[in-house]
């Protein structure tokens, strides 16, 4: 398949030959919260048909913005990870997810797909790091039967999937109200606050979850 270029001798056009295509920033998105199977980014992008993900995957691969790596034990299955270059596009699709939540998300449509664990880049995209000025925390979610966790120092996160091995904190929710909360542009504390979640750990983390992970108001992009 012969690449679609702009023809343009701009860093914005060269950028978007390429990652421009339809799914590739959405594969680098999953790459970006580590490696994955062929059939994880499967499972994460419905609706990809198998003979496109394989054609993004050999770009990404051709470009030099991903490579297949082997999954340590006791997994020791073949998977794609991110190169350098792929990672240095990640400030670029976190600041594509706050301008979606504040102007593109609204209410969830009954054909789109869910997945829970896109919170974790979702966590990165909203962490204000002045709120996190001093604490040292590890936080665990629990979304039906997803579990990711953010770990603060100071200042910086670090937000991956799994379950923390020693959390501080854990929240725990159903997957209908995370969608109606992020929809409503709720955070996880005030989630807690109203009943819909449910919080457990220390005291001084849960009090400081709070401003942790703003997330912007949704606008209309109407006048």
Not at 7 to 23: F, H, I, K, P, S
Not at 113 to 135: K, M, N, Q, S, T
Not at 212 to 221: G, N
Request: proline content about 7%; glycine content about 10%.
């Amino acid at each position: 398949m012969e690449q679609r270029t702009y023809n343009q001798y701009c860093a914005t056009a060269r950028t978007l030959d390429l990652v421009g295509e339809r799914w590739t920033l959405l594969l680098i998105r999953e790459l970006l919260t580590g490696p994955k199977r062929y059939g994880d980014l499967q499972a994460s992008l419905r609706g990809l048909g198998t003979g496109l993900l394989a054609a993004r995957l050999k770009h990404l691969e051709r470009e030099g913005l991903a490579r297949k790596v082997t999954l340590p034990p006791p997994a020791r299955t073949p998977a794609y990870a991110l190169t350098p270059a792929g990672e240095e596009l990640g400030p670029a699709i976190l600041e594509l997810a706050r301008w979606g939540l504040k102007w593109a998300m609204g209410e969830r449509r009954d054909t789109e797909a869910f997945h829970p664990g896109w919170a974790v880049l979702g966590l990165r995209a909203c962490f204000d790091p002045e709120a996190a000025a001093g604490l040292r925390a590890v936080y665990e979610f629990r979304i039906d039967d997803e579990v990711f966790h953010a770990r603060i120092d100071d200042g910086t996160v670090e937000a991956v999937h799994g379950p923390a091995q020693y959390p501080d904190a854990t929240v725990t929710m159903s997957e209908e109200s995370f969608v109606r909360l992020t929809g409503q542009g709720l955070t996880f504390a005030e989630a807690v606050e109203t009943g819909v979640a449910s919080a457990a750990g220390d005291e001084e983390a849960l009090r400081r979850l709070k401003g942790l992970f703003p997330l912007p108001l949704p606008h209309s992009r109407n006048p």
